[in-house]
């Protein structure tokens, strides 16, 4: 071992990043030493405070502080509450804020993909259709469901799957209009594209 344990341990925790290989790992723990010992300290404390704060709404699964409950766009009374984008992860979710959307969200945990081993019995279908038949008895039931996945094969696989769940439910299902780079991610689609999705959305 060229490096003592000590290294290693920090260069493979990097490592499990994404897009963080081997060398950029070295660096990066590298660089931790060129800094004070304080800066570090606080480096551990900000990661060791967001480990243990960070919750998921009880209402979308977006990210929240812990002991809040509904996150900040769940209680925002100016959203548009008949409108609800069901969404991977909450990666896209800032996407599509950016993008201009207004309506809620459903972060369902994730797309179905066989070769992982992601069925739809593992994403937040359950707790999607609850939430919907709640705000059936609301004053401002969901009246439509944007399925906004990536285009790719695992988004159209989930998209299809959650049309099938989804039917005899009263709501307009519709999902992103066609533009988006197809294969890729829906947060790297750059705001205009993402806009003009959102308006040309088709019914599904
Ligand atoms: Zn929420």
Not at 71 to 92: G, M
Not at 111 to 119: E, T
Not at 166 to 185: C, E, V
């Amino acid at each position: 071992m060229l490096l003592p344990s000590t290294f290693t341990d920090l260069i493979r925790e990097f490592m499990r990043l994404p897009g963080v290989g081997p060398k950029t790992s070295e660096r990066l723990v590298f660089s931790l030493l060129r800094r004070k010992k304080e800066d570090i300290h606080a480096f551990a404390r900000a990661l060791f405070i967001f480990s243990e704060s960070v919750n998921l709404c009880a209402e979308c699964f977006h990210f929240t502080d812990k002991n809040v409950g509904d996150c900040a766009i769940c209680r925002d009374s100016r959203r548009e509450r008949t409108i609800l984008c069901v969404i991977s992860d909450s990666l896209d979710l800032i996407a599509l804020e950016s993008a201009g959307y207004r309506g809620l969200y459903h972060v369902i945990g994730g797309v179905i993909n066989p070769l992982k081993n992601m069925h739809l019995k593992d994403l937040r279908v359950a707790e999607l259709i609850t939430r919907l038949k709640r705000s059936f008895d609301s004053s401002a039931p969901v009246q439509e469901i944007i399925l906004g996945f990536d285009p790719n094969y695992e988004g159209e696989l989930t998209a299809s799957a959650l049309r099938r769940e989804l039917n005899g439910l009263p709501i307009k299902i519709t999902r992103l209009a066609r533009g988006l780079p197809q294969g890729g991610d829906l947060d790297y689609a750059d705001e205009i594209t993402l806009k003009e999705a959102i308006r040309g959305r088709r019914e599904f």
